[in-house]
């Protein structure tokens, strides 16, 4: 029995059917779709002003707040607190990362420095 190849045939089909149930001649682009609720995280780019990091002497976040009534009071939901802790948590791991890499090339230097001498 001689094995029927349809599946390139199959495939043309496939991906043809959005577009087909939408009535369109052109490709179903899901990417174009409209949002059903706007960006969630849109408000919040400048909801609290963020701890900055300076390499060499990083700052741990302060932990995110679980009173309800201090939140009221800096006029801050809970989300935004909890995102305000992860965004300076990874600014703070990022602070550590580069203070540990210019660490080890001031480390390599003075090894490089230590092996030349005589």
């Known amino acids: 029995m001689k094995p029927f190849f349809l599946s390139p045939a199959l495939g043309l089909i496939v991906l043809a059917l959005p577009a087909i149930a939408q009535g369109k001649s052109e ?12 960006d969630p995280f849109a408000e919040e780019q400048d909801s609290l ?14 932990p995110p707040l679980s009173n309800q009534v201090s939140l009221n009071a800096l006029g801050v939901t ?41």
């Open 27 to 38: 490709p179903f682009d899901h990417h174009n779709l409209p949002l059903d609720s706007p």
């Open 49 to 62: 002003p963020r701890m900055e990091q300076v390499e060499g002497a990083c700052r741990q976040p302060d």
């Open 78 to 118: 809970r989300r935004q607190e909890f995102v305000r802790y992860f965004d300076e948590a990874n600014a703070y791991l990022m602070c550590l990362e580069r203070t540990k890499f210019s660490f080890v090339e001031e480390v390599r230097r003075y090894s490089e420095t230590f092996r030349d001498t005589p």
